[in-house]
């Protein structure tokens, strides 16, 4: 079959299908090249029928995947590299020119103090001790604590917690307060923890006494009715020679005579306390939601029960009114209720904190000599501080507005009464504060104090405030900061007998401190409960450094007696440097490092307030 077709180029085209495919290449070359003679081809036929040349192959470069222009293919390779070069080149120069690195700043000497302050804390803990408690002449002591048979049924461990001071008693008063005030020394200054390199450890303390706390009541009951308030026993009363922790001299590890536990049924003022510990610390561990939790049920447990249980717990206890008198628990109620708020969001705990029949029973509105001295008996300063920070930052209005706003300026009348410029307080010839009247142990309510102004000049700049009055006069924020300074300048050493109050801190410092634990060698010898006096009367420095024990302090006149047998001048509290922790934590690092506004206020929901009432109608 054949078929025959009008060659393009003007001559016939046959195609024979069962034509050899050889001869159909060949006779369909010559006719293109007889029509190509024929007559004369435009450019575009002859690119169909020429093939490419020599140079328009040289144009292109085919790398395998894809073909590029050979110009395009010569500029990326010189680019790059010419970046290459300048990339080296300034390389070369950057590494050869000096420069000028940039340190970090030494610390300042309130992180060198915090660093050391924190130690004393390890040196106070009591029961099976962690494999890096870092005191290295402690050791396991007092594991049978709690474990007597004449202990209530709902207390059945009490192995753990801190040791009070320089004796080996477990006072729950004193040290709940010290670990409120650790807590809330994190939850401003998280950052600045952070920075020392001392967050972890300062929450492991934390925790420690949290621990303990739960197991001085039925933690997991909603309701109960006794708690644990003292392990051990200090009375001496009427030359007793009964061997207990202040008729003995012993190391806390070889303690071997009975240590009774104190427990009280009506103690409102611990029950808060010890609420305010816990609900504290579930704010610092609000990240560890399960521990959190079981925090905040604890201090529910607890201040339900200082609401049913009302009265004093050192009424009915002859040691604690000698050792840790409470002069009130109201204090302790609106302190409580403010911690409780925080940590649950609660405002039935706010509405409480701001009744005013319980300031009034607080002593809001009486001052006296004690207006503004925060201590371990007397909250009051320290719980309206801790309500102002709610004014100056979420300012809820009605119906809390108006206790609030006289939390607000009782605060600002205590802060007047610490300057200089006021006769509030009288003050040592070297310029330290006299809170406590020139009476002994002054140092735990100067670092209170330096606490409470340093912080509260942190939320002042925090609000944008510069400052604030004392009747027609402006202080700025800064006057405050410098109080702070001072004061813990002195404890530190600028003081008249350049003596450092805080054991292992600069050149001098106290080396006879009344403990037990420092004063008493390491030396695997057990000494009895008389035999440890020869180290107590011993004139020789003790052998073990208590490092950041902050000392009781000297007396109204600059004066210090290093001397162990003098409690006065050289006993440590756990309370006293819990005040001086926090002290210290705010003065350190930089100024610009502020405080954390929002993490106490991590359970509180919006607040929208509410309208206050209309006014009653007018009559004639």
Not at 123 to 139: E, I, M
Not at 234 to 244: A, F, K, L, V, W
Not at 348 to 359: D, F, G, H, V, W
Not at 447 to 463: E, G, Q, R, T
Request: proline share 6%.
């Amino acid at each position: 079959m054949s078929m025959y077709g009008r060659d393009p180029w003007g001559g016939a085209l046959e195609i024979n299908a069962a034509t050899d495919s050889a001869t159909d290449d060949d006779r369909s070359r010559n006719d293109l090249d007889r029509a190509a003679l024929s007559r004369q081809l435009d450019e575009t036929q002859q690119s169909w029928l020429l093939e490419p040349s020599d140079q328009k192959k040289k144009r292109y470069i085919d790398l395998g995947c894809i073909i590029v222009s050979r110009k395009f293919f010569l500029w990326t390779i010189g680019s790059l590299l010419f970046a290459a070069f300048v990339a080296g080149f300034v390389t070369l120069i950057v590494e050869t020119v000096p420069r000028n690195h940039h340190h970090q700043p030494p610390p300042d000497n309130y992180t060198l103090a915090l660093h050391k302050a924190l130690i004393f804390f390890n040196a106070q803990k009591s029961g099976k001790l962690p494999k890096h408690n870092n005191v290295s002449w402690r050791g396991n002591s007092c594991m049978q604590d709690g474990k007597s048979s004449e202990v209530s049924s709902s207390i059945k461990d009490l192995v753990g917690g801190f040791y009070d001071a320089g004796d080996a008693i477990k006072f729950n008063f004193p040290q709940s307060f010290a670990m409120t005030m650790l807590s809330w020394s994190v939850i401003e200054y998280s950052a600045k923890y952070e920075a020392a390199g001392e967050l972890e450890h300062v929450k492991e303390l934390i925790k420690w006494g949290s621990d303990y706390f739960l197991k001085t009541f039925n933690s997991t009951a909603d309701t109960i009715s006794t708690l644990a308030a003292q392990v051990g026993s200090g009375d001496t009363s009427g030359g007793s020679t009964t061997p207990n922790d202040h008729y003995c001299w012993m190391r806390p590890e070889d303690i071997d005579y009975d240590r009774p536990v104190t427990e009280c049924s009506t103690c409102s003022d611990l029950g808060a306390e010890m609420a305010a510990a816990l609900a504290a610390a579930s704010i610092v561990f609000k990240d560890n939601k399960a521990y959190s939790k079981k925090l905040v049920h604890g201090a529910t447990t607890l201040f339900k029960f200082s609401r049913d249980k009302r009265g004093k717990y050192s009424v009915g206890s002859s040691e604690a009114s000698v050792f840790y008198n409470s002069t009130s628990f109201w204090d302790e109620i609106v302190w409580g209720g403010a911690w409780m708020y925080y940590a649950t969001g609660n405002s039935s705990y706010l509405k409480l904190a701001t009744t005013p029949r319980i300031a009034k029973y607080a002593g809001v509105f009486s001052g006296g000599s004690d207006h503004g001295v925060f201590s371990w008996d007397n909250k009051l300063a320290g719980a309206q501080l801790l309500l102002s920070r709610l004014r100056l930052f979420l300012s809820p209005g009605y119906p809390y507005e108006e206790l609030l706003r006289t939390f607000h300026n009782q605060t600002n009348i205590f802060m007047c009464s610490y300057l200089p410029f006021f006769t509030s307080f009288n003050r040592t010839k070297g310029g330290l504060i006299q809170l406590n009247h020139g009476r002994s142990q002054p140092l735990q309510y100067v670092v209170n104090a330096a606490f409470l102004a340093a912080l509260y000049s942190d939320y002042l700049d925090a609000a944008d405030t510069p400052g604030w009055y004392c009747g027609p006069n402006f202080f700025s924020t800064d006057v405050l900061r410098n109080f702070s300074k001072t004061q813990i300048n002195y404890i530190l050493g600028n003081n008249p007998g350049k003596m450092s109050y805080v054991v292992g801190f600069g050149n001098k410092y106290p080396k006879h401190v009344h403990h037990r634990g420092a004063s008493i060698p390491n030396n695997k010898v057990k000494y009895n409960c008389k035999g440890g006096w020869k180290w107590r009367d011993s004139s020789k420095p003790n052998p073990n450094t208590i490092v950041g024990a902050m000392v009781a302090g000297p007396d109204k006149h600059d004066g210090f007696h290093d001397v162990r047998s003098n409690y006065n001048y050289t006993e440590p509290t756990l309370a006293g440097n819990a005040g001086l922790v926090a002290a210290l934590v705010a003065l350190s690092g930089e100024k610009r490092t502020k405080i954390d506004k929002n993490t106490i206020f991590s359970a509180v929901p919006p607040m929208f307030p509410t309208p206050p009432p209309p006014p009653s109608p007018w009559k004639p």
